[in-house]
């Protein structure tokens, strides 16, 4: 990569392989990350000031640690324990060795603004720190938290609800799995990762049974009459309703891979898979559901998330009928 443009910085090449150091006085040579790492500057700050950063007997390694080895941590469910490490192993790499009484404010804001590539990522930052300084607070570790309250990033609406016309293409040029996975999201509302653990011995009368990865909630879903003549036309060649050539479950990301060459085959990029969740809430909404019916159905335990959800739907409703009401 191009050397950044920083006072004694030099790159050495080894068998392919591309090294960062400081150079010091007397020729001696301070290791450090690659640039692209988030901890480059701050390594770099600490060589040119010949500062030593020794681990603190409380640091946030250990925080994280016991944190991980908690009851809370291990009552979650396995797709939030998956979420939480992702950001806690950032943590652990970059503020591993840092006091958690000496972080301010500041530097939970600063840590977030770094990553302002990956806004949603960010968010999730003052939010894991806030989780462990609760835990610290308990530890008798310290009496504040300082990422409490932080602002979240504006992420925009986020993802958004197929149109009518993009569902039915889509549905229309979809073929075998490809079609149960596509019907089986749509009809039960479910994220995608649920709609593939989906077995035909879940199936209960005219309705499945569904335990979600994230919330670790255990719902009922009544079919819908288009899913159930589905399902009833839909041969089954294994144990999952959704398999590969072979009857096994179909991974994630083979299932991601063949909706992206379908979703450009009928011209609907910059919608996702799991936009079809909101399309789900969308109609629910469309057929005059309550928020709390509607969240019967996708499982959210907060009615503000099922709103956004069904917002726009719930604006076009009352818009039609305030305009029935004209002279």
Known sequence: MKKPNLPYLICQKSKGREYWYFRRGRGELVRLPDPSDDNFLRAYDDAKSGRVRVPAKNNFAKLIELYEAGHHFQSLAPRTKKDYRKVMEYLREVVGDDDPARMIRRDVIEAQMANLHRKRFANEIPAMLSRLFEFAINLGWLTGNPAKGVAKIKTGEGHQPWPDALVDK????????????????????????????????????????????????????????????????????????????????????????????????VGGEGYVMHGWRYTAAHHLALAGCTDAEIAAITGHKSLEMVAKYSRKASQRGLAETAQRKRK
Request: proline letters at 3%; zero cysteines.
């Open 170 to 265: 889509y549905g229309a040029t979809a073929k075998g799995v490809d079609r149960i996975i596509f019907e089986l999201a749509i009809g039960t509302g479910q994220r995608i990762q649920d709609v593939l653990d989906m077995r035909w011995s879940d199936i209960e009368g005219d309705g499945i049974n569904v335990k979600q990865n994230k919330t670790g909630a255990e719902l009922y879903i009544p079919f819908t009459a288009r899913l159930s003549d589905f399902l009833a036309k839909t041969p089954k060649e294994g144990l999952w309703i959704a398999t590969t050539t072979n009857g096994r479950k179909m991974p994630y990301n083979t299932a991601e891979q063949r909706f992206r060459a379908l979703r450009k085959a």
